[in-house]
């Protein structure tokens, strides 16, 4: 924490507080070492971590030095800003306008079958997933494919940005302005990068931009927890860091304060049977703790009712047969749980048996609120609220809106006001110029005009929360699952809605877009909390549940036709991610058959589980016990 000048490399285990050291270190930077906080660079891997640091930075100095000043956010933030600031050098306009992830799928799957890109077995997500990677690959402009070229030019003539691109533009900045580089190099004298290993190429150069060699650079990072290769990140950079900067001093954090002594040891057996690591071993502070639970089950459905018994166990149990009597346990609440999976359609029967026992559950699902088509309406004329001149909106809302018109009508008149050099909001304001329609989508694109003119007039004085609450109304009067989800959305908006909605707007959809997930999960609920082990990344809870530790899914094999292999070191380094988010209860699951992508599988148990020392771990046969009757058990008398 001491270290101030020149680059620190911070080994940082699991569990073992590197946020609040790196909090400390801020402070320390200002309060002792007399770094203005404007010098102060911190970057998080979410912006989830960004708040929590801000929070964290002004409560450790509440009568000392300001630490407002200190930049603390994620890498795309930093370049959102700094695009902002300077993005006209390069040719962009004054308002950068990111694509949503949902428009930014829509047209990877316009233009997949123009490529000759959708092979069998190719969802939209794999090759999103492929066109991430190859961007952030910094591949020659010769050597990507059709796809990634035919995907850069429709984003050109939309005028868009996505979210890749605040890097990838900020890195042309640079590039092509030397002194603009130079320029936030003198800005920024101390920098910390928070999940140094997760970082991929694209990152890596920009950070590079913003220190040489002999730079005040702090990273930090465990290389045991490298796991979003398949978003192109490369844990490289990580184990290189002492080639880059030679002269880095190296501060091992191995102290862990999150999870029990077994959980430790059996995560840290699965980790050593990595070749591609840094060495560490993490001695916990909390005492030994339970073996770690393994379940055995027939099915995914018989996994389901396993995991729900415990749960009610637990907790306590939900109703009169499941409660616990005396057990002289401490029961837990629903928020204390999580149950992680590899796969999100491994929720699925999970959820049902919650819902038939009364278990409450939230997720945090693998669609943000751009993605969920129920939500996507409303982002849509948020977007418009944001910014009147977003024809990529107004023509998702003529399409996806109560007054629908349908994709043809809306091409036509984006061409049309493209012809005209206006905005397609201005051409749907003038009936004059809608002449050529048929009567019913006039009527309907008049009708959707009218609503955007009142809802604009009134983003000038009414809140955030207002506006929300109109196009609701506007869209979901009689959709009362939909009314549920906009109340998500509602309350994600509430430090949005102090002022005026058609300033708070833009600030909004930016936070909302840099959101991840893991993060979408809304305010703390009383609820079981199921999410992917990539979702869990950040997150402790005091009991974890795995599930589907078997082999081709956990492992995750990809099947024929799907791109890429299979990274074993990577798939263990997720697993010890997920087993090393338990405090003081971890449980792991397997069934011998699944039905998976289609069809019934049989599945072998995990090899992972074959690492896990007998000592460390209590079996379970659940098979014995799958009824949900109790033999034995009897009507209780009244009197």
Known sequence: METVQGPLLVIAGAGTGKTRTLTCRLAYQVARAGVAPAHLLAIT????????????????????????????????????????????????????????????????????????????????????????????????????????????????????????????????????????????RARFTHISVDEYQDINPAQYRLVRYLCPASANICAVGDADQAIYAFRGASIESFLTFQRDFPQAAVVHLERNYRSTGTILQAAGQVIQNNRNRIEKRLVTVCGAGAPVELCRARDEDEEARCVAREVERLVGGTRFETMSHDTGETALGFSDIAILYRLHQQCRPLRRVFEQRGIPVQFAAAQSFYEDP??????????????????????????????????????RLCSQARDGGMSVFSLIQEPGLLSGLPLPARTAVEGLAAFLARLTAAGRSETLDAIIQQIGEHLFARDAAAQDKLLDLRTAAMPFSQGPAAAAA?????????????????????????????????????????????????????SSGEPGGSDTEEERRLFYVGMTRAREKLCLTHACSRYLFGERRKMPRSPFLDELPDRLVTRSRQARRSGTSRKGAKQMKLF
């Open 45 to 184: 891997f979410t912006a989830k971590a960004a708040g929590e640091m801000r929070e964290r930075a002004a409560s450790l100095c509440p009568q000392g030095p300001d630490l407002s000043g200190i930049w603390i956010g994620t890498m795309h933030a930093l370049g959102y800003e700094i695009l902002a600031e300077h993005g006209g050098l390069i040719g962009l306009p004054d308002r950068i306008d990111i694509i949503s992830p949902a428009d930014r799928a829509g047209i990877i799957r316009s233009l997949a079958g123009d490529c000759a890109e959708r092979d069998a077995g190719r969802s939209v997500r794999r090759l999103e997933q492929q066109l991430e990677a190859e961007r952030n690959a910094l591949c020659p402009p010769d050597a990507v494919s059709p796809l990634c070229r035919a995907y850069r030019n429709e984003l050109a003539r939309q005028g868009v940005l996505d979210f890749d691109d605040l890097i990838l533009k900020t890195l042309e900045l640079f590039g092509r302005r030397p002194r603009i580089a130079q320029a936030y």
């Open 374 to 411: 129920d939500l996507k309406p409303v982002i849509d004329l948020l977007e418009i609220l944001a910014d009147c001149g977003n024809d990529f909106a107004v023509a998702e809302a003529l399409v996806a809106g109560a007054r629908s018109v349908g994709r043809k009508t809306a091409v």
């Open 506 to 558: 833009p600030l909004f959809l930016q936070r909302m877009s840099f959101l991840k997930e893991g993060e979408q999960l809304g305010p703390r609920q009383e609820a079981v909390n199921m999410m992917t082990v990539h979702g869990s990344k950040g997150l402790e809870f005091p009991v974890v549940f795995i599930t589907g530790l078997e082999a081709g899914l956990f492992p995750y094999r990809p």
